[in-house]
């Protein structure tokens, strides 16, 4: 099972900065099967990221991903209000399907 | 575009079993590939299994492998998840999502939760 570890537990930004997550696989993943979720409290998740970098359906563009074989990273570009919520990494090449523990956003 | 509608919350006694559904609309069912992803309480998401109904085996996460069927109906477009031999652990919200693939997971279902508690 590949094991995925995010980083930081604990992001606490204000509105307006920029916001960098990372994802580190236990080993190699293909990028074409690897993502990134959004999940706000009382919701399911949320698709951001496909393929390692690809937006999903109506995602706005301060959203990025980015990385290769076991290092990911998500970039939120320009923090809104909204985007303090808690991000998921995710690979799903390999079975079993694997998600990392989670980034908690926070407003500082 | 498709739309995953799951069941209610249930609370259930340790031991027992339970039956959640996630119903399609929109879209090709029969191809589509349906799974099952499960969050404790304050939890990250871990992946249970998943099922394409054409294909009708379900597949089980090593983790669940004694007490986890999925199943689909196509008459009703809709997939089951039914987990036995709960126990507290297993409280958790359950969510249905597509897997689309390369494109990820995507839609999800709303999410059900389950209770287990004597």
């Known amino acids: 099972e590949i094991v995925l570890t995010q980083s930081p537990g604990t992001l606490s930004l204000s509105p307006g900065e920029r916001a960098t997550l990372s994802c580190r696989a236990s080993?190699?993943?293909?990028?074409?099967?690897f993502g990134w979720y959004q999940q706000k409290f009382g919701q399911a998740p949320r698709l951001l990221i496909y393929?390692?970098?690809s937006r999903a359906t109506g995602i706005p563009d301060r959203f990025s991903g980015s990385g290769s074989g076991t290092d990911f990273t998500l970039t939120i570009s320009r923090l809104e209000p909204e985007d303090f919520a808690v991000y998921y990494c995710?690979?799903?090449?390999?079975?079993?399907?694997?998600f990392g523990q989670g980034t908690r956003l926070e407003i500082k | 575009q498709v739309q995953l509608v799951q069941s209610g919350a249930e609370v259930k006694k340790p031991g027992s079993s339970v039956k959640v559904s996630c119903k399609a609309s929109g879209g090709v069912f029969s191809s589509s590939t349906i799974t099952w992803v499960r969050q404790g309480p304050g939890q990250g998401l871990e992946w249970m299994g998943r099922?394409?109904?054409?294909?009708?085996?379900?597949y089980s996460a090593p983790s669940f492998q004694d007490r986890l069927t999925i199943t689909a109906d196509e008459s009703t477009r809709t997939v089951y998840m039914e987990l036995s031999s709960l126990r507290s652990e297993d409280t958790a919200a359950y969510y249905c999502a597509t897997d689309s693939g390369l494109r990820g997971y995507d839609p999800w279902g709303q999410g059900t939760l389950v209770i287990v508690s004597s």
């Open positions: 099922i394409t109904p054409v294909f009708g085996t379900g």
């Open positions: 393929s390692s970098s």
């Open positions: 995710h690979q799903y090449g390999n079975s079993p399907h694997t």
């Open positions: 080993q190699s993943v293909s990028g074409s099967y």
